[in-house]
């Protein structure tokens, strides 16, 4: 290959990064076709995720063509041919010794950023507004505990009823609603089997199991529509269960609550103790 080709090629690989870096960046809000990056990230912890992951990413392309070039370079030193005695060498403590403190150093260095970015992302200390998602077979049911209690469930829309059709699988009839610039709190449970709660752009996978109730956060830091989808192998409508959280203003996320108020049942408050009395219960 001579230097023009050569050149050649390597415009041409550059120009193929840089269509899949924008065509994964063009659209924040839902997957992709032949997406093969992150969906853009649209909370603090999902910045921090990608921050971890690119400087990981490098790490581990360092290591594999470190490790490359020692194979390439003992093949070729090393070979029948070139090396007819072969060494007696058996032991050598300052290789050993490197090779055991290097990896561990490594290792620590990776663990660090990956704990910190682990208790970030468990949950927030004061949240300014709490959502509960239970899932169901094959759907999601929403509380909002902060703004009357009120409850909605989201259901899967039809193909042949979408607007548009690069949502299937993706849009519900009812979307959960949330303020940009506050942290949310999300409280998942399941009401039959595990279910998962999954926003990819929030960086947001949390398990919804029975008889159990999962916590963790995000803040939203642009207006939009995002999706996902349930992430836990949960029966045989498990891939029709998406979800649709839709970020707006302050102000406008007012205004939804008022008419949520009036379009959602409230939750049955449970009984206090001097109703259950009066029953004898």
Not at 12 to 20: D, E, G, N, P, S
Not at 115 to 134: G, H, N, Q, S, V
Not at 222 to 249: D, F, R, W
């Amino acid at each position: 290959m001579n230097r023009s080709h050569f050149r050649t090629l390597a415009a041409a690989a550059a120009v193929f990064m840089v269509a899949l870096t924008v065509g994964g960046f063009a659209l924040a809000e839902a997957p992709q076709p032949w997406e093969m990056t992150f969906q853009p990230a649209a909370t603090p912890i999902a910045e921090r995720a990608h921050e971890f992951h690119n400087g990981l990413l490098v790490v581990i392309a360092l290591i594999t063509v470190f490790v490359l070039g020692l194979l390439v370079y003992v093949m070729v030193r090393f070979n029948a041919k070139t090396h007819p005695v072969p060494s007696k060498t058996s032991h050598n403590t300052l290789v050993e010794v490197l090779w055991t403190v290097i990896p561990v150093v490594i290792l620590v260095g990776i663990a660090i950023p990956s704990f910190k970015l682990m208790y970030a992302a468990d949950r927030i200390e004061d949240p300014e507004m709490t959502i509960k998602a239970i899932g169901n077979q094959w759907y999601w049911t929403y509380e909002y505990p902060d703004y009357g209690n009120f409850s909605f469930d989201a259901l899967l829309v039809p193909e042949d009823e979408l607007t548009d059709p690069t949502k299937r699988l993706l849009e519900t009839d009812n979307r959960v609603v949330v303020p940009v610039d506050t942290n949310i709190r999300i409280l998942t449970t399941g009401s039959d089997v595990i279910h998962a709660w999954a926003v990819p752009a929030f960086h947001v996978k949390l398990d919804s199991i029975p008889g159990h109730t999962n916590e963790s956060w995000f803040r939203v830091t642009k207006e939009g529509t995002y999706y996902g989808q349930c992430s836990e192998l949960c029966g045989v409508n498990h891939a029709y269960m998406p979800i649709v959280v839709e970020a707006v203003s302050k102000e406008e996320f007012a205004a939804w609550v008022v008419k949520a108020q009036e379009e959602f049942a409230r939750v049955d408050e449970p009984a206090s103790d001097a109703q259950l009395a009066e029953t004898g219960n």
